[in-house]
């Protein structure tokens, strides 16, 4: 067991300030884009029933773009929307040369199967990075569309200047949105990666030796103070309502005793993850609109 010094409180990694920093770049970028092509970069959210849980977030993207001047629009389908109406709306937009940009809202309604859907979105137009070519050209090191709260996970390092090449990463959560890409963008830039999982045996074991820990399970209090090497750097990725108010995946209050530094939730990866996905947008337009082009 390794003998765990509290160093304090661990240094805060607050994701705001940074997100300020990338929609003032993603601002200039839109204005510039808007000048040559007529139009500012185009975002549509697909959007199946209005009263899924994940609507809140939603209406927080379409207000961010707002706030940098792209123009994002809801593509509403009622909640009984067919598999095959979700899918023929998906491919409008990949016809639409105003849309630059295609999200869809998850999770899907369980009559939609996942996979019809992210393969129906064209790979040029998924800011998301869930399409397989995306996913693929990030297991390959190439540069794709990534994931935008993975993408969130490593910049927020990389933004704090957290040393990240040699060291042991411990990762928790192997989903295809967060876990997963997380794993695969620390292992380009060089860290030891550790994947754990719901059948991890000892998770415990793994967390004690990671110099950084980035947890991605859903699960509140899932990793406490205790758990952590001394100096370890905690990016908390999770995010759940307890007791109506906003937690992640770390106990806090333990972890920022022990940890180096450590994201808060709210106010961590979360703004991040918004921002960057600004930026993918804008990126999917000048891809799609180069220079010279017509709009
Ligand atoms: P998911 O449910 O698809 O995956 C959860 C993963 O955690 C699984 O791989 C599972 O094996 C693992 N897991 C569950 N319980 C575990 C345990 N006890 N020990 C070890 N591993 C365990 O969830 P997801 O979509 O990957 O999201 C993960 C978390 O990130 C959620 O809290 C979600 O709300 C949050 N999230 C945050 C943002 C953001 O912008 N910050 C964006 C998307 C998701």
Request: with cysteine; net charge negative.
């Amino acid at each position: 067991m390794t003998t765990i010094v509290p160093t304090g409180a661990a240094r805060l990694l607050q994701g705001g300030p940074i997100a300020a920093e990338i929609r003032v770049a993603v601002a200039e970028d839109v204005a510039t884009f808007a000048a040559r092509h007529g139009r500012p970069p185009g975002l549509a959210v697909v959007i199946i029933g209005r009263d899924a849980p994940s609507a809140v977030y939603l209406e927080q993207i379409l207000r961010g773009c707002a706030k940098v001047g792209i123009e994002a629009r809801f593509a509403e389908l009622e909640g009984e929307a067919t598999e095959a109406a979700v899918v023929e709306r998906i491919q409008q937009l990949n016809g639409d040369p105003t849309v630059d940009g295609v999200i869809v809202q998850m999770p899907l309604p369980h009559s939609i199967r996942l996979r019809s859907v992210i393969d129906a979105i064209d790979p040029a137009k998924d800011i998301d990075g869930i399409h397989p070519l995306n996913a693929g050209l990030l297991r390959l090191g190439y540069d794709g569309f990534l994931p935008a709260t993975a993408h969130a996970a490593v910049e927020i390092l990389r933004r704090s200047e957290i040393e990240i090449a040699g060291k042991d990463a411990v990762v928790i959560g192997r989903s295809a949105v967060v876990g997963m890409p997380a794993a695969f963008l620390l292992v380009k830039e060089d860290a030891t990666v550790t994947v754990c999982h719901s059948r991890t045996t000892d998770l415990a074991a793994h967390v004690s030796k990671a110099d950084i820990v980035v947890v991605a399970a859903g699960r509140p209090g899932l990793v406490t103070g205790s758990m952590l090497k001394a100096g370890a750097v905690v990016v908390d990725v999770g995010i759940n309502v307890v007791d109506g108010h906003l937690v992640g995946d770390v106990d806090f209050e333990t972890a920022r005793e022990v940890a180096g530094a450590i994201t808060p939730v709210p106010g961590g990866v979360g703004p991040l993850t918004n921002a960057l996905l600004l930026t993918h947008l804008v990126r999917a337009a000048q891809r799609q609109h180069p220079t010279g082009s017509n709009p």
